[in-house]
């Protein structure tokens, strides 16, 4: 059992505010998931890559970042949110960079892309959105996620959104049955994963259908053949937004949508505190059903 969410803003006026009414619903989703938490928020897009890095505490990415600028000769804007770090990747310089960092473990890339931003830790929803002042974020769009650790160990390295692919994150709450055998083919297929965890399989599998030509909306309709076991996805790119469950639906979700926002929970109260709430569509997202936004 987790808790995930999502929130995709229509209204640029809402945009400040991002991050505040992520934290909220994020809060709410404590009881489904008080092991990990994470979230990602589409922010003011970088000249170059946001390339997020995670270490295993703050003085020692401070420490890796400064060597690797003194690696690279030169000076690499970066913003430090407590045991993680965004630095932006001049434009041509990523591969560069992601060369020096496989060289050096113990520095872990969470995600990149011209505007996602990735963090995620051990602890409770509330504590992790104040380490990383998830209140004081803006951007178009974000998800999150509250794990419930119930078949692997309490890690960061199980927490979600898993990314595998420039501006593409997943949250699922479920349990795949095969990602043993799609991650040896995703492979293959010239995919890299981080962990063991089939949540970062379901996330491959996008980026592998959309990196083949698929849209957001098509990769995910492809993944209800290709995918076995139960599953509620909540998926964010560059621009877009969708949500997808699995064609028995056994986990619970809830979405709302007002001329100003749309919005997703694993439940109802996860979306009461969003501004017009009352006045909102509120309905369940159909099984084996895609529903996607995107920005114009």
Not at 47 to 68: F, M, Q, S
Not at 241 to 251: E, G, N, S, T
Request: proline share 5%; with cysteine; hydrophobic share 45%.
């Amino acid at each position: 059992m987790c808790g995930i969410v999502g929130l995709f803003l229509k209204d640029p006026a809402l945009e400040p505010r991002l991050g505040a009414l992520m934290a909220g619903m994020l809060g709410t989703m404590t009881d489904r998931g008080p092991d990990s938490a994470g979230f990602a928020v589409y922010g003011a897009p970088a000249e170059g890559a946001k390339i997020t890095l995670r270490g295993p505490d703050a003085a020692g990415l401070e420490a890796a970042v400064a060597a690797l600028q003194v690696a690279l000769g030169f000076t690499l804007a970066s913003q430090a949110r407590d045991t993680h770090t965004v630095l932006v990747a001049p434009e041509g310089r990523e591969g560069e960079i992601r060369a020096w960092l496989a060289a050096h473990p113990g520095i872990d890339v969470v995600g990149s892309g011209q505007r996602m931003e990735i963090y995620k830790e051990v602890g409770l929803p509330a504590e992790v959105a104040r380490r990383f002042s998830l209140s004081a974020m803006a951007g178009t769009h974000g998800i999150g996620h509250t794990r419930m650790a119930t078949e692997s160990a309490v890690t960061t390295n199980g927490a979600h959104p898993f990314s595998t692919g420039p501006d593409q994150c997943l949250v699922h709450n479920g349990s795949l049955s095969n990602h043993n055998a799609l991650r040896r083919t995703l492979r293959r297929e010239g995919l890299t994963f981080a962990t063991d965890n089939d949540s970062e399989v379901a996330a491959g599998y996008l980026t592998w259908r959309m990196r083949e030509g698929a849209s957001l909306k098509g990769a995910l309709e492809a993944s209800l053949s290709d995918l076995d076991g139960f599953f509620t996805f909540v998926v964010g790119t560059q621009d877009g937004f969708a949500v997808l469950r699995d064609p028995i639906a056994c986990k619970p979700a809830i979405m709302a949508e007002t001329d100003a926002w749309v919005a997703f929970g694993s439940e109802y109260r996860a979306l009461v505190g969003l501004p017009g709430i009352e006045g909102a569509r509120v309905f369940e997202p159909e099984p084996a059903t895609v529903y996607a936004w995107e920005r114009g």
